[in-house]
């Protein structure tokens, strides 16, 4: 139980152009989403909290305008890197937080994005 | 500002002996603690959560708890060369949803 799965796994794309990551909640619905940036050999990074039909809850120094968070569903989160340069390569992880539950977070496998 | 402590490692260990990481919070008022493990180039897995003072053990993994004195560790026996990975702190304060990541720990079991 409680699989977290994210699409795609890795991203190659030029600068300028957007990329959109998908973050599903495969056996549990989540009320709350998380999105991370993780740099190499760094620790993780929250850059927002998604709630399910709300705007999401951005952390300081997070640009909302460049990082677009959508909760369309219980089971669905979408981050799209808007006009992507080579400084938003990293790795992106999303988790999820079950309906109802204690406070653990269930991370996906990541998206590794490299913006030429 | 909330904290989560670790030390960075690494922190190596014979295959075979008890790993003992450790882990220190600034709020007072932290309810929930979780470790989770994280393999180089991989995203983090949820291995123990411990929500009261004493011991919570699975498996090989022991959870511990001093609320008191605000730590929090986890033991791993019989260390395999598999549990080598970095192993995260997280804490959550309550009145939130957000978890706070300690920096890790980088955990090297020698064969």
Known sequence: GAVVSQHPSRVICKSGTSVKIECRSLDFQATTMFWYRQF????????????????????????????????????????TVTSAHPEDSSFYICSARAAGGPYEQFFGPGTRLTVL | QKEVEQNSGPLSVPEGAIASLNCTYSDRGSQSFFWYRQYSGKSPELIMSIYSNGDKEDGRFTAQLNKASQYVSLLIRDSQPSDSATYLCAVNSGGNEKLTFGTGTRLTIIP
């Open chain 1, 40 to 79: 190499p050999k760094k620790s993780l990074m929250l850059m927002a909290t998604s709630n399910e039909g709300s705007k999401a809850t951005y952390e300081q120094g997070v640009e909302k305008d460049k990082f677009l968070i959508n909760h369309a569903s219980l089971t669905l989160s979408t981050l």
